[in-house]
Structures are given as C-alpha cells and as structure tokens.
C-alpha cells in the first residue's frame, strides 16, 4: 500500500478523533471562502464558489457534513484551493488590455498556455495528501505552536491528556510508515510556495515568535504565507519526532552554500 493510500485510509477512519482533538474549528464553505481571499489566495465565490466546483471535478474533499447537510472543511484546506488558483489563474499585465486588437487576437491562444485538466487534478492530488497529513498532526502540534490549548467545557484537562497521548499514538504509528525522504520534498514544496507569497522571512520570524492573536490577524500573502508555513512546520516537527530528521526550517526557502 502506498504512503497516499495508507494517509487517506486512517484519515478517514480517525478524522472524527481527529476533529474531537482539533484546535482549528471546521468552517463552511463561505468562510473557508473568505479565510482564502484574505490571505491572499485566488479564490473566487462568497457564499459558494471554487470550493465547490473542485469538489464537483473531484479535486478538493470536504471534512465533514453538519446537520444540514452542507460541508465543513479545515482551514488547512485553503492550501489546495491556493495551489488550484495558482494553476487556473491566467497571468496576464494589468496594461495587456490597452491594445484591445491585439488582446482580441491573442485571446483564443491563451487556452494553450493553460496547464491541463489532468495536470491540475494531479497537483490537487498532492496538495490535499499535505492537507491531509497536516490535518492529523495538528491536534498534537498546534498548541506547541501557539501556546494555547481549547476543548469542550464538558472536558477536563486531565480527560483532553488522555484522549490526546492515545491520538498521538495512533498518528505517529502512521508517520513511522512513511518515508521521510518523500515527505521532505513536500516540507520543501510548502517553503518554497510560501516564499513565493511573502520572501520575507525576517517578519516571519518575528510573526513566528508574536502572540496567537497578532498571527490570526495577519492577512493578505504575508497571513497566507505564514499558515503554509505553520503547515510545514507540524510535518517538519512530527518528521523530527518520529524519524529523527533535521530539515530546514520554514523561514529558510532555499539552501544556501556557506562560501
């Protein structure tokens, strides 16, 4: 069995755990939506949009359906709805339509410079495994990178340790199965797409080291930037743990040779 077959057989059968556990609350499809624009991401729609026809195309998964039968998705699904917009998105200059003759005539030419549809669901494909596996790992890593912990009022601290030792059991016996070597090319991946929002990697050090509060605030590519990078860091962490590797960290987008 595969890494992205063994990934996508225990997410489906521990996601409910998972969710128990999660410090990131499942969102509509709106707000899924609106978390995406704000950090910088191309996605279009307000109350229904991308997400929906991603998921009609078979490229984007929901997490969960609430009572009323309408999806829910993790934040961290806005990293394939970021990857989808990049890929879909035409890159044109604001100026390009000046010359409205030759716009016209260039127009039926773009369609070739589109990657294919084949293209695009297999880069979905890799996207949502990341989401997948950074989903899982969030519940254990997440109040080590805030420093804050939630759960249910009915929960007591010691019931939440509990739950939370026995989850983490059965997630690294997951990571155990997958190979390092693989998973930090997509560590490498999510540097370097941040990078490519925000190359800034001094405020995401600062960012990094600022208050929950300051880092839920950021938006615009700098905040979209930030949150691939918190991704990367529950795998670079979880990998750390479990396979005792050392990557880069996720300010560093590239090896640079000492000279």
Known sequence: MSNSDNILRFFEEYKSFCFDLSQNHLVNEAALIRFSKSRGCYVSGVVKGDPSKYISKGWLNSDNIDACSKEQFHLFRFYPLHVGGKLCKLNLTPTSTLD???????????????????????????????????????????????????????????????????????????????????????HE??????????????????????????????????????????????LRRAFRDVHDVNWLEEDQAFLVNAA
């Not at 989401?131 to 805030?146: K, Q, V």
């Not at 300051?214 to 905040?223: F, M, Q, V, Y």
């Open 100 to 186: 409205r003759h030759a716009f016209n005539n260039s127009l039926p030419k773009l369609n070739d410079l589109l990657p294919s549809l084949e293209f695009i669901g297999k880069e979905f494909e890799k996207a949502n495994l990341v989401a997948n596996l950074a989903i899982l790992l969030e519940p254990i890593y997440w109040p080590i990178i805030t420093s804050r912990i939630t759960y249910p009022v009915c929960t007591t601290s010691e019931d939440y340790e509990i739950k939370l030792d026995n989850y983490k059991e059965l997630v690294f016996s997951l990571v155990k199965k997958l190979d390092p070597k693989e998973w930090e090319k997509h």
């Open 189 to 234: 991946t999510l540097r370097f797409q941040a990078s490519e929002m925000d190359d800034n990697s001094e405020l995401y050090i600062l960012l990094r080291l600022s208050p929950w509060i300051k880092i839920e605030r950021t938006t615009g590519k700098i905040g979209g930037a930030l949150w691939i990078r918190l991704m990367a860091e529950v």
